[in-house]
């Protein structure tokens, strides 16, 4: 149970705080930080930081041998020269208390065409209680609650009794490489925290992803055939047909396991990058689909991959083009495995109690069917990774939004887990 | 019957410029004049001809005033101040005899993955009896057969007794913007001579064609639906299905057709370029496919749209994601109708009887699945309109040729038509 008093105090500096908050947002969201093109909103952050006292380490995916780490992705068709990660760290000069990392990732996913948006995705345009835009919700919400929440026990003249890191990375919604880089680079804590937007939910588990490209091309057999299918395009699409199915038999099996049973059809599998063709009037000799699909904490990458070559492999040996123009997978960005937070550890109890103090309900869990970052610190180094943020809406959609009453209540449950797990003192 | 010592004297002068006339095409070929790039190659061109004393006409397609000509097809996506035209003319001092246009196109389709070619595309490769390269069939040859059978006439010490326009035009692989913009400048004669790669046959029909893009785009209903195939690409695929199993219809009723009864499934659908999505972990929001559909002459292009309008609507109504999100069509590029030579006219029977001189054999006929440039001359001009030429493979595909023993032969034929038609004096 919080110390109420000490609550008191910071939810008066975190309302105080939030208008401000709420500029800072927009300010964000203003940023076209697509995978990337983070760089700018990166140095932006790495000021804000250090102007708030952080000590900030600033680098680059260019500068960290990544690729025989565990968790790494592979990656194609990027410049990791700019791909720039802020590590703002506040040094208790005596620690006394628990240490944490507070994460967040500042990359976003493609807009889609932006006709379809209410307002356009980068002016984070305000819609009653919603700030809007691409990645408002998913998670910039998440990172100025991050900032401000540690603004508010400033406000509220204390100070943490432990060291804090505040991490923004990028590439979380490709690889995860980001946050895989501040782990290479020696950042550890007590425990974790990764304000995604979970709505006030704790994430027990989620599934891993991983992505492939199909590539499908070669000659046609006969040009007199192409309006009977034959061609790398409509070939291209028995392989999609064939994934699903496969996809159907993982769901059927996955009504057995332990977290995700209840869950119907945990394992999304999106076709959701086609490309072919050249012209209208040639038969198409290439086509690639960018693929998605998941897979249930517990299965190894090494068995979700050979589940998905030999389905491919099946679906092409009785295509008339592919028979003769085998198809080729590569797996290009995520290989993440699932995780589970293991029920029971003192950080989930400390953040559950300043959930129940600021909400007056319990801290509900949720099952998650996409990944998240806490992967790396909970998977590969044993912390305490809780994954607990604020509300959003049309995540990866149109008119993505950041619930505004949500996000100051979760800003004040995470300034309050930040006093309970760090511990506070009066500043000098 | 040609004049047996003149097709002699011919035949000795397109022999002796055949290596030059091979070096030409394979300089023809190093332009890499895909659509929009032809501009270079059509300045090399104009010089080309301005040096053997044609009188050179060079513009560009937004010169002209093309939209309410018959024949027009729309246009997306380019820029016609960059689409140049040349005519070369060559104007006798007395004409008597009959006036010739000879028409070829210099664009030429995307290569596709240059990997898959023996020999990079745009190098002008020669395997034994073939130069290949991209463009080397269709229709560079042609065109060089175009310039040296009128130099061979000047070699062999002759001149025409006809004007004679020697055209080299652009846009013949997604619009005959180019042809129809010859006719608007106003350019007429007796006949039209057009050595596409036929082979030493004559076209005595072509289908029409069409192209149009299917555009679907929405929000997905809901993303826990994203594998069973709400969404954009998948709904794609429901339309291009669709498309395929109206054209099945119209290959039934086309048995039953005068030119083309005879052929199997005259009329080609290709949906030949897809793209969709952004982000392989996003439901795809839009996808749109490049298509391409035949129609037989006398089907109207009115009749042709509104088939495809129909089944496209019927498709969408039935999809999850199209019946929320109708899907758009685009009639963008070819607007072509078909065209019959109608047999017996006396330009035929010249070309013939020159074709049986130097082949000894007849000259066959043959309908052809694809459109080409001769309908602007015979259907909106009332002009005969030939289209007959050399031997070339893999158009569109990969190692595209030109066969050069057939070419020196085809130009022969031409210089012998040129002859008989034009009528010939000794040059002064």
Not at 140 to 164: C, N, W, Y
Not at 307 to 331: H, K, L, S, Y
Not at 340 to 359: I, K, Q, T, Y
């Amino acid at each position: 149970m919080p110390d109420m008093q000490l609550l008191d105090r910071l939810r008066h500096a975190v309302a105080a705080g939030f208008d401000e908050q709420t500029r800072f947002l927009a300010e964000l969201v203003r940023f076209p930080s697509v995978r990337g093109e983070e760089a700018p909103l990166q140095d932006w952050m790495a000021r804000q930081l250090a102007a708030r006292g952080y000590s900030v380490d600033r680098y680059t995916l260019a500068d960290i041998d990544l690729a025989n780490l565990p968790g790494f992705s592979p990656v194609l068709d990027t410049d990791y020269t700019r791909a720039v990660q802020v590590v703002g760290a506040r040094r208790a000069t005596s620690p006394t208390g628990r240490s944490l990392i507070i994460q967040g990732h500042v990359d976003v996913v493609p807009t889609g065409p932006v006709e379809l948006w209410s307002s356009p995705p980068f002016t984070a345009a305000v819609q009653g209680e919603w700030l809007q835009g691409r990645g408002a919700g998913d998670m910039k919400q998440g990172v100025s609650a991050m900032v401000f929440a540690l603004d508010a026990i400033r406000t509220a003249g204390l100070e943490p009794a432990a060291d804090i890191y505040v991490q923004t990375v990028t590439e979380e919604e490709c690889t995860g490489n980001g946050a895989l880089s501040t782990l290479a680079r020696g950042y550890r804590a007590d425990a974790v925290l990764i304000p995604e937007p979970t709505d006030g939910t704790i994430t027990r588990a989620h599934v891993g992803v991983m992505w492939f490209r199909l590539l499908v091309r070669g000659v046609p057999v006969h040009v007199a055939r192409a309006q009977s299918g034959t061609n790398a395009i409509m070939s291209a699409y028995q392989l999609i047909l064939a994934v699903q199915r496969h996809t159907d038999t993982l769901n059927e099996a996955a009504r057995q396991d332990p977290w995700f049973g209840a869950i119907p059809d945990p394992i999304k599998f999106n076709p959701g990058v086609l490309r072919g063709g050249d012209w209208a009037s040639s038969t198409p000799s290439w086509c690639e689909v960018d693929c998605r699909i998941g897979l249930l904490p517990g299965t190894t990458l090494e068995e979700a991959r050979l589940g998905v070559q030999r389905c491919v492999a099946e679906a092409a040996r009785v295509d008339g083009f592919m028979a003769n123009n085998p198809p080729e997978i590569t797996w290009n960005g995520f290989q993440a495995d699932g995780y589970v937070l293991e029920p029971g550890s003192e950080a989930e109890r400390v953040l559950a109690a300043c959930h129940h103090a600021v909400f007056g309900t319990e801290m509900e869990e949720r099952r998650s069917t996409a990944v998240n970052d806490t992967r790396f610190y909970g998977l590969y180094h044993r912390m305490s990774a809780l994954c607990y943020g604020p509300r959003g809406e049309n995540h990866h959609g149109f008119d993505e939004g950041a619930h505004l009453p949500t996000l100051q209540q979760i800003t004040l449950a995470i300034a309050c887990f930040v006093a309970e797990w760090c511990g506070v003192r009066e500043a000098r």
